[in-house]
């Protein structure tokens, strides 16, 4: 999980020393860093599925080309610009 900022730590704190209970900040905080690991696990999955995607592809390729001009190669240089 990704550490809490040094922003949320004071804000914690600073409602514990105003002698407020910081459990819904708390669980707040919770709740969107597991938001961000969802968002991030989905865009890796698509990612994932791009780069298989890929391997099928370029296996349909020679893989002896050493020029470069017609194997998988240049479909790494074309999503590389992307």
Not at 48 to 75: I, M, N, S, W, Y
């Amino acid at each position: 999980m990704p550490a809490a900022s040094i922003d949320d730590v004071q804000e914690i704190l600073a409602l514990r020393d105003r002698r407020e209970a910081p459990c819904r900040v708390l669980l707040d905080l919770l709740a969107e860093k597991a938001d961000e690991i969802s968002q991030r696990i989905a865009e890796l999955q698509r990612l994932e599925t791009e780069l298989r995607a890929l391997h099928r592809l370029g296996q349909t390729f020679p893989t002896d080309d050493v020029d470069g001009k017609h194997c998988v190669c240049h479909l790494v240089s074309e999503r590389a610009a992307d």
